[in-house]
């Protein structure tokens, strides 16, 4: 999964649907994120297993970076809703320059297991400050990991 699959141009029919939540980076507002991955998954026609899967991803997800967000910040999610598969991002400013997302949790083995794909952002902010987050991608119906 890359950047240029976020990028894009003008919107036309067939292109796909893209929702963003911004919210404070609160671990009280993460079912509300979670609520909004289940309806689009639902919406696109994924099976339960799927849906479950996905919402419990995203839960992991902005759990993980509500932990090393820095305080004030803002969680911000985009879910893009292609044909057979959603791609999430989720991101936060991060409490310090060199915080990033560790990859040899037990909660990283979760998102593995749950999404078909995952992955680590990090960019260095120019206040000193860096942006953190998580990608992941998940097919309808596709087996887990």
Do not use: N
Request: aromatic share 4%; proline share 4%.
């Amino acid at each position: 999964m890359s950047d240029r699959d976020y990028a894009g141009s003008t919107a036309t029919v067939g292109d796909p649907s893209t929702v963003e939540v911004r919210t404070t980076a609160s671990a009280a507002l993460i079912p509300t994120i979670r609520a909004v991955a289940s309806d689009l998954a639902a919406r696109a026609d994924f099976d339960l297993d799927a849906i479950s899967d996905l919402r419990m991803a995203v839960d992991e997800a902005c759990a993980t970076l509500v932990d090393v967000a820095a305080p004030g910040s803002r969680l911000h999610c985009t879910f893009r809703v292609l044909p057979e598969r959603i791609q999430v991002r989720a991101e936060v400013e991060a409490a310090a320059a060199e915080t990033t997302v560790s990859t040899d949790t037990f909660g990283w083995r979760v998102l593995q297991t749950l999404a078909d794909e995952v992955a680590v952002q990090h960019s260095p902010g120019a206040d000193g400050r860096a942006t953190v987050g998580i990608v992941l991608d998940k097919r309808a119906g596709a087996p887990t990991r």
